[in-house]
């Protein structure tokens, strides 16, 4: 039977375990044998497992799709300051969504706002989707998982700029902020996490490197708006003096 007491954190046999955590019972007893799974309840001769266990199989499995070997996760596990468990959250506060909220919209709304009739529709849509603008909810609605840039594009478009012309500049964004994006988290790890990592990760770091961590995102994105308003100036004053250099060519004519 699998539960023989309803009070027990330990419910699980090994193949229950192995289907809710997606691995084998030989991985299960692979891993236990390293040392890397905590042993079972033994209860009249057959081990019991618990949430503690399923997330401990978690964690050691997404260890690994970020590329550690079975020693090495060893080590992190056997760390009495909670390394590996801390190792995970520094990587969710990495991979995190920014605080925006998604939103659904339907294929008739999206229409009505840009004014896209139902030939350019399937174009214009599918080339949103790819841009990430638009991810497909269903077969007459998308959910938009940043409001405010689909909200950026509408201005766009109601100032006279064609949609066409508008998801170009996005895809050309897209483009130049990927490698900013790469350039920041280059220099963070190389300046940041890689000295911390050759340290040994010591316990009393871990306060500054997630400090480290929450401020990327914010500082990263306070230069980069920075500087593009600057080079924004620039280029206004520079696409703006070659037209009034042109008028007056021509009033001179």
């Known amino acids: 039977m699998a539960f023989l007491d309803g009070d027990a954190p330990n419910q699980l046999t090994i193949e229950q375990l192995a289907a809710k955590s ?8 692979s891993h236990q044998a390293r040392g890397l799974l905590a042993p079972p309840e033994v ?4 081990g019991y497992y618990g949430p503690d266990h399923l997330a401990q199989l978690r964690l050691i499995r997404d260890l690994q ?4 070997n079975l020693a ?11 390394t590996a468990e801390r190792l995970m ?3 969710e506060s990495l991979t995190a969504p920014h605080d925006e909220r998604a939103e659904t919209i339907t294929r008739a709304q999206l229409g009505k706002r840009f004014r896209v009739g139902a030939r350019q529709a399937p174009r214009v849509l599918a ?7 638009l991810v497909r909810a269903g077969d007459d609605r998308y959910e938009v998982p940043s409001p405010s840039l689909l909200r950026a594009a509408e201005e766009v478009v109601a100032r006279g700029i064609s949609l066409d012309a508008a998801l170009g500049v996005f895809e050309e964004l897209e483009r130049h902020c990927d490698a900013v994006a790469r ?3 280059k220099v963070f790890v190389m300046e940041v996490w890689r000295p911390f990592q050759r340290a040994d990760m010591p316990a009393e770091r871990w306060p500054e490197i997630e400090a480290a961590i929450d401020r990327l995102r914010p500082n990263a994105s306070d230069a980069l708006f920075a500087i593009f308003q600057r080079r924004m100036k620039a280029q206004i004053e520079a696409a703006f003096g070659e037209l009034t250099e ?4 021509r009033s001179r004519a």
């Not at 997606?22 to 007893?29: E, H, L, T, Y």
């Not at 799709?65 to 550690?68: P, S």
């Not at 090495?72 to 909670?82: A, V």
């Not at 080339?127 to 603008?133: K, P, V, W």
């Open 72 to 82: 090495g996760i060893k080590h992190l596990l056997d760390n009495s300051e909670g």
């Open 22 to 29: 997606g691995m084998s019972v030989r991985n299960i007893r």
């Open 43 to 46: 209860r009249f001769r057959v």
């Open 183 to 185: 350039a920041f988290v």
């Open 127 to 133: 080339r949103a989707e790819q841009l990430g603008l």
């Open 65 to 68: 799709q970020d590329g550690f």
């Open 89 to 91: 959250q520094f990587k």
């Open 246 to 249: 042109r008028l007056a060519e």
